[in-house]
T-cell receptor, first 110, second 119 residues
Framework: EDQVTQSPEALRLQEGESSSLNCSYT??????LFWYRQDPGKGPEFLFT???AGEEKEKERLKATLTKKESFLHITAPKPEDSATYLC???????????FGTGTRLLVSP | ETGVTQTPRHLVMGMTNKKSLKCEQH?????MYWYKQSAKKPLELMFV???????ENNSVPSRFSPECPNSSHLFLHLHTLQPEDSALYLC??????????????????FGPGTRLTVL
């Protein structure tokens, strides 16, 4: 069964302290690897899509990378407004079927 | 209105009630989805519609009944729910580009969700 595992479950950073979030996935049938940000009480907000190993995408302080088994979300010099839950999802075999991880809760303190 | 909207935002219902959740997408997409989000669990895909045809039903109990009258609107009809059905119900939409079994997926855009409490 296809799985997506995210680590750590929770991460606490000081403002300006860079770090990375990990998303590992079962390899078969990758149709895209997606990153979302979710604030409390809101729907997930799309961040990035990665399709092939070696691909990288950046947006402000965030950079997503993809290998054959994992994806990383690097956060450079985070600010308190980056505090949220970051979700990773794999596009799976079947029609437009995304399999989500349980997320990493990020808290950035001033 | 822009993006994906959902109503109501909050719903409290008894186990014998019947209610409906509504979703509308303003993005011109051709696929719509219902997801369930419970605490400490990953988002669970419930239903997928493409061009108003249901193409995925992820073993969801019959007390949940979806309806997609056109490519912009999606409903989830609820009846005789259980307390364990309390969750955040999210609607999403995307543009399906076709291309068969090896095609890549486009990103899905989510609405704000309906927080459902079943008493």
């Amino acid at each position: 069964e296809d799985q997506v595992t995210q680590s750590p479950e929770a991460l606490r950073l000081q403002e300006g302290e860079s770090s990375s979030l990990n998303c590992s996935y079962t390899v078969s049938g990758l149709r895209g690897l997606f990153w979302y940000r979710q604030d409390p009480g809101k729907g997930p907000e799309f961040l990035f899509t990665l399709y092939s190993a070696g691909e990288e995408k950046e947006k402000e302080r965030l950079k997503a990378t993809l290998t054959k088994k994992e994806s990383f979300l690097h956060i450079t010099a985070p600010k308190p407004e980056d505090s949220a839950t970051y979700l990773c999802a794999k596009g799976n075999t079947g029609f437009q079927k995304l399999v989500f991880g349980t997320g990493t809760r990020l808290l950035v303190s001033p | 209105e822009t993006g994906v909207t959902q109503t109501p935002r909050h719903l409290v219902m008894g186990m014998t009630n019947k209610k409906s959740l509504k979703c509308e997408q303003h993005l011109g997409h051709n696929a719509m989805y219902w997801y369930k989000q419970s605490a400490k669990k990953p988002l669970e895909l419930m239903f997928v519609y493409s061009l108003e045809e249901r193409v995925e039903n992820n073993s969801v109990p019959s007390r949940f009944s979806p309806e997609c009258p056109n490519s912009s609107h999606l409903f989830l009809h609820l009846h005789t729910l259980q307390p364990e059905d309390s969750a955040l119900y999210l609607c999403a939409s995307s543009q399906f580009a076709g291309g068969g079994a090896l095609s890549s997926y486009n990103e899905q855009f989510f609405g704000p969700g309906t927080r459902l409490t079943v008493l």
